[in-house]
């Protein structure tokens, strides 16, 4: 071979520079520890969990081996975007929508990104054929969905199967048989799994695995399915990862087994589809108000108030209500200023249980029925620029001052009651917002939230399901 002549000590130093570069690419993305692949292996023989280990192991080869295929001049692959149809998914930008909104029985990507604050690419990549899971002596029913978390940079790891459980199945006694058989698992001398308090959410489960790392188990059970979650984390000792955030995940797979798995308990849907989430169902309601009062298929579903930020996942019914009668839901608003309104009025009061101190909200719904276009159109454009100018300056009162925040989106307001002898300030969300129907306005207020930083999402939530009616 030829000798060239026009090297220099330049050239020499440019590429020693990036062989130095690619070296320490290499070793931030260590292969996994030794005694890790040994008990992966000794548990393959005896059980199987959700397959996750064997994605983070190849993810990490991946990961430290792309800078040498690169000198070859391979192509970079680029994530795809976000689509459950995909073999690999990558997170998508966050909207001002609820994700929950998106159909799927099993949390999406942006929500294991969100709940466990993932760092860097993630994703979610279906795992069929389906494999056997670690851990489980039987499973409960028929499997029908299993994926993967991964992130490119390495690291935690994640998955999820759900299973669809017989015709005659008690999902109660298939989630607890499922949970036992977890509590009891035994992968290796190094395996410590610790029961944590049930949750309203399910069965949660964390657990060591000496150098390999730690890790979180989740059995989720759902009207007719059972759903198995699992959290893998190469952090040793302690997992980055904490009880409150593995039980917000845990909480957003509830409420999906409960609004989209087999045989979902939500009303029956008779509207038409939202673009952006679930179809609005009809439900017979109490409306109160001056006669007569606009038809509760305009308003919410009481039931379709129920989630994991607004109740706990406790269900929601409508109810009388204190201020029945009253048409003014919101502070800073009197009877004596909606009088003034025309058109027709209605009131839907929210709860959970069946007493009066479940109550967490309300809905009204303003109607011009009116045959004329143009005077329909007016009565909204006015309903609503009269709303959004009365909550957003707020008021005072003879011993309390009320403040107003605006929301992330258009017309959506918290408003602060703060009480000058010291009391506990009261806080409620509220949003207006035009409907479907000509001349048709709602107001939605949530007056208490199980986890009031999710306050302007569940209103959101709220609002575009009104928008539909």
């Known amino acids: 071979m030829a000798e060239h002549d026009d090297w220099t000590a330049a050239d020499d130093a440019s590429l020693r520079a990036a062989l130095s570069s690619l070296r320490a690419d290499v070793e931030a993305a260590p292969l996994p520890d030794v005694r890790f692949v040994k008990a992966r292996g000794m548990a393959r023989r005896r059980r199987r969990f959700l397959t996750v280990g064997a994605a983070a192991a190849a993810a990490l080869v991946v990961a430290g081996t792309v800078g040498y295929t690169q000198l070859g001049g391979d192509p970079v692959l680029k994530p795809v975007p976000a689509d459950r149809s995909g073999t690999t998914t990558a997170a998508p930008s966050p909207t001002t929508t609820s994700s929950l909104d998106q159909p799927g029985a099993l949390p999406l990507l942006q929500e294991w990104t969100k709940a466990l604050d993932l760092k860097g690419t993630a994703r979610l990549t279906p795992v069929k054929p389906f494999e056997a899971v670690e851990c489980l002596d039987a499973e409960p029913g028929t499997k029908v969905q299993q994926e993967g978390i991964t992130l490119d940079a390495g690291g935690p790891s994640g998955g999820q199967v759900l299973f669809r459980l017989g015709k005659g199945t008690d999902p109660q006694t298939a989630a607890s048989g499922v949970a036992n058989d977890v509590s009891d698992c035994q992968v290796g001398p190094d395996f410590r799994i610790t029961a944590l308090d049930d949750t309203n959410a399910g069965s949660f489960y964390s657990y060591r695995a000496g150098a390999a790392g730690t890790g979180w188990l989740m059995v989720i059970q759902g009207p007719h399915d059972v759903a198995v979650l699992q959290i893998t984390d190469p952090t040793p000792t302690t997992s980055q990862f904490t009880v409150a955030q593995v039980t917000a995940l845990g909480e957003i797979a509830k409420e999906r087994l409960a609004r989209y798995g087999t045989g979902a308990t939500s009303p029956t849907p008779t509207s038409t589809t939202s673009p ?63 009088s003034a309104i025309g058109g027709q009025v209605g009131v839907v009061s929210i709860r959970t249980g069946t007493g009066t101190t479940g109550y967490l909200g309300r809905q009204r719904v303003q109607l011009d029925d009116a045959t004329d276009t143009t005077v329909r159109e007016a009565y909204v454009s006015a309903r609503l620029a009269e709303a959004k100018s009365l909550y957003a300056k707020g008021c005072d009162g003879a011993n309390y001052t009320v403040r107003s925040t605006p929301g992330p989106t258009d017309g959506t307001f918290r408003l602060d009651t703060v009480f000058t002898d010291g009391s506990p300030t009261l806080s409620e969300w509220v949003g207006v917002t035009s409907q479907r129907t000509p001349g048709a306005v709602s107001t939605v207020v949530i007056t208490r939230a199980s986890h009031p930083d999710q306050g302007f999402a569940e209103l959101d939530r709220l609002l575009a399901l009104a928008r539909q009616k």
């Open 276 to 338: 952006s989430g679930p179809k609005a169902a009809d439900e017979d309601m109490t409306v109160t108000g001056p006669g007569p009062v606009p038809s509760s298929r305009l308003f919410v579903a009481a039931t379709q108030w129920a989630s994991p930020g607004l109740t706990g996942g406790a269900r929601t019914s409508d109810g009388p209500g204190a201020l029945e009668g009253s048409t003014a839901v919101v502070s800073c608003e009197t009877d004596q200023q909606q």
